[in-house]
Every structure is written in C-alpha cells, then in structure tokens.
C-alpha cells in the first residue's frame, strides 16, 4: 500500500482545510487509517481514525467538534476536514494505514500502522 498525502497548505487561525491521503496499491479493505500530526520539536501525536465493524471513529481532545475524518472507498481516499483552525494545530500531517483490524485499544498507536504517506504541511498563521 503507498499513500500519498496532501491539501495543507497556509491558513489564518479561524480557517479551514481539507487534507486528503490517497491510497494505492493494495487497496481493498483497508480496515484502519488515521491522520497523525508532528510540530516541530514534538512527537508525531494522533489526530484521527476510523475503522471498519463499527465503523469507529476517534479524535484526540483538542480537535473534537472541529475536525472530521471520512473515507471515499470507491476513491480509496481518506480525508481530514479540519474547520476553525488554530496555530496550535500547525503541524506536518501524516496519514496512516494498517491492513490488519486492530483492536479498538491500539488505534491511536502510531506504532499500529506500517503504512504512512510522506506527510503534508499545515501552518496556521494568528
């Protein structure tokens, strides 16, 4: 599986942006993908995931009710739609992939997933 993503990009603190992690490859049924993020000086931290059987969904705190993960199969697309932005959210974005089903417990585990795009930038100006 390669993935390829992209859509960051510079925006005022209040903006939005809409990444996308394009899927290629082996494809079909992919149970897991999830956003990650890493500022400078920081840990890559979870932002996103969801998962097939539920489906399942999590965010981590600082972005409930402002981001939203969502997949298009039929594009083998995931999206990260991230609306009022802040510059604490400024970071390079990383999505992930894992063709297992892990258990609910691992999802927000960077080390779950062998499959990671090259990541993208996000900057939030104040």
């Known amino acids: 599986v390669q993935l390829q993503a992209f859509g960051g990009g510079l925006v005022q603190a209040g903006g939005s942006l809409r990444l996308s992690c394009a899927a290629s490859g082996r494809t079909s049924d992919i149970p897991a993908m999830g956003w990650f993020r890493q500022a400078p000086g920081n840990e890559r931290e979870f932002v996103a995931v969801?998962?097939?059987?539920?489906?399942?969904?999590y965010y981590t705190d600082s972005v409930k009710g402002r981001f939203t993960i969502s997949r298009d199969n039929a594009k083998n697309t995931m999206y990260l739609q991230m609306n009022s932005l802040k510059p604490e959210d400024t970071a390079i974005y990383y999505c992930a992939a894992s063709l297992s089903r892990p258990i609910l417990s691992s999802l927000m585990s960077s080390g779950t997933y062998p499959y990671w795009g090259q990541g993208t930038q996000v900057t939030v100006s104040s």
């Open positions: 969801t998962r097939s059987g539920g489906p399942y969904t």
